[in-house]
């Protein structure tokens, strides 16, 4: 009768350990994990994914990076004509941590939003491979000069097409790109448009260049921007700031793709800039701290900093700045190692 007993007990001990074995989260269990549904929607869990959901690769994107970077293409001749190849590729798998903790199904030209700035001089012919390896429909519509079969808009390239655009670089400006397929706010929402700058012949006076595509994200699907920013990631610059040196002449390609909201602007601190809509004029139309632009408006900035110190660079509507468009501008004079 004991021994029955004993056995008993140590039956149930067995069976409680099992349960417990069975019951303990493995390490695979505790790991959060983030996964894309099929609305786009991105979640993190800890737990069993029932609905079919996929594991998304994530995005690295270094505004630091984007900031300065120009993109010239495979450079060749024909028939004394300067010829920029470039690869464009469309993605809409991709997640991005956009700010900690908050990920965002992102699709993308070349794998980041906003896509690659590219870069050419007026009269260039430009050809510009279009792969979309994306699972929805997408185009690249250019503004700018060109023919009617090249727009990216009557010309739909479905999930694992190819398109080449094929036209001359003009005029000499900022032309932002983006996808042109409807719905049209969900597509430009979600990251797929970049800039062009066409230099005019000659070149243009030495500065120091960079880009700033003003974009907004909204990562609950509800047609308004949670975030806001100069290069996606809210407030990069300002935890970043981007140095420059006094005397010199900055010059800031900017464009606004922010979707839903009607306008975007771009003020400056300490200082006023002279500035250039469209960039297709030799002579600036303003000398402000202030412009305003609605979307795929786009200009160039140019101006230097006399003192040395932080500037604030952001968008006076106040609710964009506290969303994440806000920058700094640390002014440093060469030489002096502390920026003094
Ligand atoms: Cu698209």
């Given at each position: ?14 069976s ?154 003009g ?11 409807m ?17 005019p ?22 047609g ?30 900017v ?36 412009v305003?632009?609605s ?34 501008f ?11």
């Amino acid at each position: 009768m004991a021994s029955r007993r004993l056995l008993m007990a140590a039956a149930m001990l067995a069976s409680a350990a099992a349960a417990a074995l069975l019951s303990a989260p493995s390490d695979a269990q505790t790991e959060r994990r983030t996964f894309v549904t099929h609305s786009g929607a991105v979640i993190e869990t800890h737990g069993d994914v029932l609905d079919p959901m996929y594991t998304p690769s994530t995005v690295e994107f270094d505004p630091d990076e984007f900031l300065r970077n120009f993109e010239y293409g495979r450079v060749s001749e024909e028939d004394g004509r300067t010829v920029r190849d470039y690869t464009i590729v469309a993605r809409d798998d991709l997640v991005q941590e956009v700010s900690p903790g908050v990920f965002f199904n992102v699709w993308t030209f070349n794998g980041t939003v906003p896509g690659p700035t590219l870069r050419a001089t007026e009269g260039d012919l430009l050809r510009i491979l279009f792969i979309n390896n994306g699972s929805k429909t997408h185009t690249i519509h250019f503004h700018g000069v060109h023919p009617a079969e090249m727009d990216g808009v009557f010309e739909p390239v479905g999930p694992g097409g190819r398109f080449t655009y094929e036209f001359e670089a003009g005029p000499a400006g900022v032309h932002p790109y983006h996808c042109h397929v409807m719905p049209l706010e969900e597509h430009i929402v979600r990251g797929l448009y970049g800039m062009l700058i066409v230099d005019p012949p000659g070149g243009r006076a030495p500065a120091d260049e960079m880009v700033m595509v003003l974009n907004g994200l909204d990562t609950d699907f509800d047609g308004e921007n949670n975030l806001y920013a100069a290069n996606t990631v809210p407030f990069y610059y300002q935890h970043h700031p981007i140095r420059i040196e006094a005397g010199k002449t900055v010059r800031v390609y900017v464009a606004n793709m922010v979707e839903f909201d009607p306008v975007n602007n771009f003020h400056l601190h300490g200082n006023l800039y002279r500035y250039y809509p469209t960039g297709t004029d030799a002579v600036p139309a303003f000398y402000t701290d202030m412009v305003t632009m609605s979307q795929t408006e786009r200009g160039i900035m140019e101006f230097e900093y006399e003192h040395p110190g932080r500037y604030l660079f952001h968008a006076h509507k106040v609710e964009f700045s506290e969303k994440g468009w806000s920058g700094i501008f640390l002014v440093e004079r060469q030489g002096a190692p502390d920026g003094a």
